[in-house]
Structures are given as structure tokens and as C-alpha cells.
């Protein structure tokens, strides 16, 4: 698995990928630190595609929500999940309209972020099978 | 001399008490922080309180701004242990873990606040006897938190524009 994970704190960046990883997830990771970034990762891969993207809502240049209806213009597949201190209902109906596969409020517990990854990895290897 | 919630009732309790919940639930959850929460107080001026000050502006149905105001040595404290290695307080990593922080106490309390709001990325202004400028027609409101790691405050300075 190859994940992208987008988000301007580095150090949150670290903490997400320790987290998955101590959870048991087996992946190969990626980083961009806003929306801009992560839709250049997500579309210069070199061949090997992502199969889940996290994203957060608040950053410079680009927010997430953004960056989520630019990868939805051209693809439905991709998993996206947002991971994002916006806890609103109004927030997170915007971000399923515009196509998430799943929302994560920061700050989150570490077993039921690590569920939520696991849980939107399994539904679209189950989709693609 | 500052006054105590009890003691002035400008102090709305709707506003403030959102903050304390957020404070000690993201540090616990993500960081593995027990927080205590002390009484609020009235800022008295506009010196922040510690050599710290991560910063987030609110905007929409309530306006002003959020400051995560820390000693250097605590905020120093709480970054290395957020990254799990010894972060030094000149680098990017330091702020940026600052930023972190205040995002999450500023987010979480924003979705107990009521109406629609928004919320800027954070700043983070290091420096003793640093000034921040307040919205003059409200109070800002510091929130004391104590913590192993030394204490702190989160200081509001906000105001509804919807009744």
C-alpha cells in the first residue's frame, strides 16, 4: 500500500505515519505539506499510484477540501480521507459532497485512527476486487 | 489586578469553557498530556503572558483570536514529546510543532462554539515580552493550564457577531 499523506505540520506528518505504522499497517509513504504539493504528489507518482490519500482541511496555498474536488474532477477511485481539527456537521457534509471516503477529527485517538485508515483500505481493496 | 470568572460577569462561560475541554482532550489524545485547568482570569494588558504565543484567528459568526501562550522551557518540553525526539526551539520543527498545538486547541473548541466559523492557519511568535494587540471592545480571557511539563495558558479574545 502507498499512502499520501497531506498536511502543512511536519511534526503531525511524522506522528501519523508512527501511529499507522505501530498499528500495524504495512505501507509505503509519501508527504506533501499543502493542497498544491499533494495534488503534485498525487499525479507525478512515477507509476506507482497511491491507494489512499489523508488529507487535512487548513493549509497554506491550497486547503484540502480543495485539493479533494481537484482529484474528484478526474477520479472517483482514489481513497481520500480527511483528517482535520473541522469537527461541524456543516464541514463534514461538505467534505462528503465533494467525495471523501471517510473523516477523521483531530486531535483523534491512535487505535481509531488507525481503524478508520484500515476500514477505507479494506473497502476499496473489497470494491476493486 | 485581574478578576476571576465568578467574580465579572463578562466573562462568558459559553465561550471560555469550550477552550478548557478542547485543551486537556488534545493534549491527552494526542500527545499522552494530563492538562489541569485553572480558574479564568482577565488579561490585564496586551504583554503575552509567555515567551510563546501560537496564534489563530477566528472569523464568521465569531471574530478575534486565540492565542496558546507558553513558557519556552514548557513549550520545549511539549514539542519533544510530541515528536518523539529533542526538537530544537530555533528550528522550523519547534514552530511548526507550536502551530500544531494551537490548531488543535483552537479546532476543537471551534466545533463547540456554535454557528458557522472559520479559522486561520496558525502564527507563532516567539520572543519575552512580546505584545498582542486585542479587539478593544471585549475581554481577553486567559484560561491557566498546568501540566509535568510546566504550565501555560491559552488566552481568548473573541467576540459573536450573531445573537
Given at each position: 500500500?502507498?499512502?499520501?499523506?497531506v498536511?502543512?505540520?511536519?511534526?503531525?506528518?511524522?506522528?501519523?505515519?508512527?501511529?499507522?505504522?505501530?498499528?500495524?499497517?504495512?505501507?509505503?509513504?509519501?508527504?506533501?505539506?499543502?493542497?498544491?504539493?499533494?495534488?503534485?504528489?498525487?499525479?507525478?507518482?512515477g507509476?506507482?499510484?497511491?491507494?489512499?490519500?489523508?488529507?487535512?482541511?487548513?493549509?497554506?496555498?491550497?486547503?484540502?477540501?480543495?485539493?479533494?474536488?481537484?482529484?474528484?474532477?478526474?477520479?472517483?477511485?482514489?481513497p481520500?480521507?480527511?483528517?482535520?481539527?473541522?469537527?461541524?456537521?456543516?464541514?463534514?457534509?461538505?467534505?462528503?459532497?465533494?467525495?471523501?471516503?471517510?473523516?477523521?477529527?483531530?486531535?483523534?485517538?491512535?487505535?481509531?485512527?488507525?481503524?478508520?485508515?484500515?476500514?477505507?483500505?479494506?473497502?476499496?481493496?473489497?470494491?476493486?476486487? | 489586578?485581574?478578576?476571576?470568572?465568578?467574580?465579572?460577569?463578562?466573562?462568558?462561560?459559553?465561550?471560555?469553557v469550550?477552550?478548557?475541554?478542547?485543551?486537556?482532550?488534545?493534549f491527552?489524545?494526542?500527545?499522552?498530556?494530563?492538562?489541569?485547568?485553572?480558574?479564568?482570569?482577565?488579561?490585564?494588558?496586551?504583554?503575552?503572558?509567555?515567551?510563546?504565543?501560537?496564534?489563530?484567528?477566528?472569523?464568521?459568526?465569531?471574530?478575534?483570536?486565540?492565542?496558546?501562550?507558553?513558557?519556552?522551557?514548557?513549550?520545549?518540553?511539549?514539542?519533544?514529546?510530541?515528536?518523539?525526539?529533542?526538537?530544537?526551539?530555533?528550528?522550523?520543527?519547534?514552530?511548526?510543532?507550536?502551530?500544531?498545538?494551537s490548531?488543535?486547541?483552537?479546532?476543537?473548541?471551534?466545533?463547540?462554539?456554535?454557528?458557522?466559523?472559520?479559522?486561520?492557519?496558525?502564527?507563532?511568535?516567539?520572543?519575552?515580552?512580546?505584545?498582542?494587540?486585542?479587539?478593544?471592545d471585549?475581554?481577553?480571557?486567559?484560561?491557566?493550564?498546568?501540566?509535568?511539563?510546566?504550565?501555560?495558558?491559552?488566552?481568548?479574545?473573541?467576540?459573536?457577531?450573531?445573537?
Open positions: 500500500m502507498r499512502i499520501l499523506i498536511d502543512d505540520s511536519k511534526l503531525m506528518r511524522n506522528a501519523m505515519k508512527k501511529t499507522l505504522v505501530d498499528g500495524g499497517v504495512t505501507a509505503e509513504f509519501g508527504e506533501a505539506g499543502d493542497g498544491v504539493e499533494g495534488l503534485a504528489a498525487y499525479k507525478n507518482h507509476g506507482k499510484p497511491y491507494s489512499l490519500i489523508l488529507v487535512d482541511w487548513n493549509m497554506p496555498n491550497m486547503v484540502g477540501l480543495d485539493m479533494i474536488k481537484q482529484i474528484r474532477l478526474s477520479d472517483r477511485n482514489t481520500l480521507v480527511m483528517v482535520t481539527t473541522e469537527a461541524e456537521k456543516h464541514r463534514i457534509v461538505e467534505a462528503v459532497k465533494a467525495g471523501i471516503n471517510g473523516y477523521i477529527v483531530k486531535p483523534f485517538d491512535p487505535a481509531a485512527f488507525v481503524g478508520k485508515v484500515k476500514e477505507v483500505a479494506a473497502a476499496t481493496a473489497k470494491r476493486a476486487a | 489586578m485581574s478578576e476571576t470568572a465568578t467574580a465579572n460577569p463578562i466573562l462568558d462561560k459559553n465561550v471560555i469550550p477552550f478548557g475541554h478542547s485543551v486537556v482532550e488534545c491527552k489524545k494526542m500527545i499522552g498530556v494530563e492538562i489541569k485547568i485553572g480558574r479564568p482570569k482577565l488579561r490585564p494588558d496586551n504583554k503575552a503572558t509567555y515567551d510563546v504565543s501560537g496564534i489563530v484567528g477566528y472569523s464568521g459568526d465569531l471574530v478575534g483570536y486565540v492565542v496558546l501562550s507558553l513558557p519556552l522551557e514548557t513549550a520545549s518540553k511539549l514539542v519533544d514529546k510530541f515528536a518523539g525526539y529533542h526538537v530544537d526551539p530555533d528550528s522550523g520543527d519547534f514552530t511548526d510543532g507550536i502551530g500544531e498545538f490548531n488543535w486547541v483552537v479546532g476543537g473548541a471551534k466545533a463547540n462554539l456554535g454557528g458557522v466559523i472559520s479559522m486561520s492557519c496558525p502564527a507563532v511568535v516567539i520572543g519575552t515580552g512580546h505584545k498582542i494587540a486585542h479587539l478593544s471585549v475581554p481577553c480571557i486567559t484560561l491557566p493550564c498546568s501540566s509535568e511539563q510546566g504550565e501555560f495558558c491559552v488566552e481568548v479574545n473573541v467576540k459573536r457577531t450573531v445573537k
